[in-house]
């Protein structure tokens, strides 16, 4: 099946430092593809859809100018925690959309620990 | 309002057995309903996908149902094993958009 990946698997920062997360569609181009924030014990939080070429849609509450997301090509999205917090401290999840058959598939997770 | 409902919450069962998780939605549009297996630290993965005509389908020891008309799905899982050990998410599509419940944790014990 469709392979997406995500890296790192995890991070640890400090306080006021910015993190960057990839998420990669290895074999199928995503149009659009998505990030989830997931707590403990908790489902799948939608944060924003990232559409190639133009700027993503964020869920409410989520704030876009903390958590930058582009989404440059077709096979890639980034999306960059700015001046992280230990309340950012999560498991944040991608997903890419496979526009021929219409499936989405999520990424491994990328654990946040902020310090 | 898009809900999901997943049951139960959590379920321990021994090697070998079977299990049921339950689910119920309130989902307009409908579009599909998916079921996941998402291991601890790790992003689901797909085990059944089915359509508004489909009523089952099966992955291996997975089984999904369906049922329309009164919005329900199963996953039955037949001969448990420790490797089955995860959440069980549900998740319905509606026009594009996903929306997911709560997932069952299921723990499998030797």
């Known amino acids: 099946g469709a392979v997406v990946s995500q890296h790192p698997s995890r991070v640890i920062c400090k306080s006021g430092t910015s993190v960057k997360i990839e998420c990669r569609s290895l074999?199928?181009?995503?149009?659009?593809m998505f990030w989830y924030r997931q707590f403990p014990k908790k489902s799948l939080m939608l944060m924003a859809t990232s559409n190639e070429g133009s700027k993503a849609t964020y869920e409410q509450g989520v704030e876009k100018d903390k958590f930058l997301i582009n989404h440059a090509s077709l096979t890639l999205s980034t999306l960059t925690v700015t001046s992280a917090h230990p309340e950012d401290s999560s498991f944040y999840i991608c997903?890419?959309?496979?526009?021929?058959?219409?499936?989405?598939?999520f990424g491994p997770g990328t654990r946040l620990t902020v310090t | 309002k898009n809900q999901v409902e997943q049951s139960p919450q959590s379920l321990i069962i021994l090697e070998g057995k079977n299990c049921t998780l339950q689910c119920n939605y309130t989902v307009s549009p409908f579009s599909n309903l998916r079921w996941y297996k998402q291991d601890t630290g790790r992003g689901p993965v797909s085990l059944t996908i089915m359509t508004f005509s489909e009523n089952t389908k099966s992955n291996g020891r997975y089984t999904a149902t369906l049922d329309a008309d009164t919005k329900q799905s199963s996953l039955h899982i037949t001969a448990s094993q420790l490797s089955d050990s995860a959440s069980y998410i549900c998740?319905?599509?509606?026009?594009?958009?996903?929306?997911f419940g709560k997932g069952t944790k299921l723990s499998v014990k030797p």
């Open positions: 074999d199928f181009q995503a149009t659009t």
């Open positions: 997903s890419a959309r496979d526009e021929l058959y219409y499936e989405q598939y």
């Open positions: 998740v319905v599509s509606a026009g594009g958009n996903l929306i």
